[in-house]
């Protein structure tokens, strides 16, 4: 697998799929995100990660995580990013609960 995004399209693909996860892609979640990356990335990574079936979004996230050397700031920063994803729309549901789990240990 080739994955030829930036950094800022893969932290884009981490928050879109935390904000997907259960299906309910709050205007909380979606604004939040949006703090963090342009609009054109915003939609070329949402459409990905819509598309993307959750084995295809984990491979893809574990991959990028492994070609690439991530500081332990950027590791626990993007970590920090995926809860405010969860927290923005006011509560944290299991399936939020449980991919934050999986994130966890893919990424730390």
Known sequence: MKLEWTRKEFEAYVLLYAAHCNRIEDIA???YIRTKINEKTFHKMHTEVVLDCE???LHKIQHY?????FSQEEKEGLLRAVKQVFFA???VDTLEKNLYKIL???ID
């Not at 995580?65 to 050397?69: D, K, Y």
């Open 29 to 31: 979640e979606q604004n």
């Open 65 to 69: 995580v492994s070609l690439n050397n």
């Open 104 to 106: 966890k240990k893919i």
């Open 55 to 57: 084995e295809e979004k």
């Open 89 to 91: 729309d006011g509560s």
